[in-house]
């Protein structure tokens, strides 16, 4: 049996919130998966779906973060943590991967970034 939604009072849309927003285009995302469906199970269309993904991809993008304790770069430095530097490692969907010590400034790091996104 199909289920039907009403919607009463002066505005006829659903309202969607940004995190339900993001799981609809998350799970679009994954390996394998098809909009079409993913759209109909949300009962949306699919067109909702891409410009959703240019709306999160103008503003912000998506990323996955992995925070991790850093490695130790010599056996030296696995004794004494300290002296291990942070760094941000990022990769390029598998094209490229930078790891950027937090000692260089951020506009160092933000064009070395768009240079490699560029790719």
């Given at each position: 049996m199909a289920r039907v939604e009403v919607i009463s009072g002066p505005e006829r849309r659903r309202r969607w919130t940004e995190e339900q927003k993001r799981a609809i285009v998350a799970a679009s995302l994954e390996p394998g998966a098809i909009v079409a469906d993913v759209a109909r199970r949300a009962e949306i269309g699919a067109d909702q779906i891409y410009r959703w993904r240019q709306q999160f991809t103008r503003g912000d993008s998506f990323a996955q973060v992995l925070i991790a304790p850093p490695e130790p770069t010599s056996p030296?430095?696995?004794?004494?943590?300290?002296?291990?530097?942070?760094?941000?490692?990022?990769?390029?969907?598998?094209?490229?991967?930078?790891?950027?010590?937090?000692s260089i400034s951020p506009a160092l790091a933000a064009s070395i970034i768009r240079a490699l996104a560029r790719r």
């Open positions: 030296n430095a696995a004794r004494n943590a300290t002296c291990v530097e942070p760094v941000i490692e990022v990769e390029f969907s598998g094209r490229a991967c930078v790891r950027i010590p937090a």
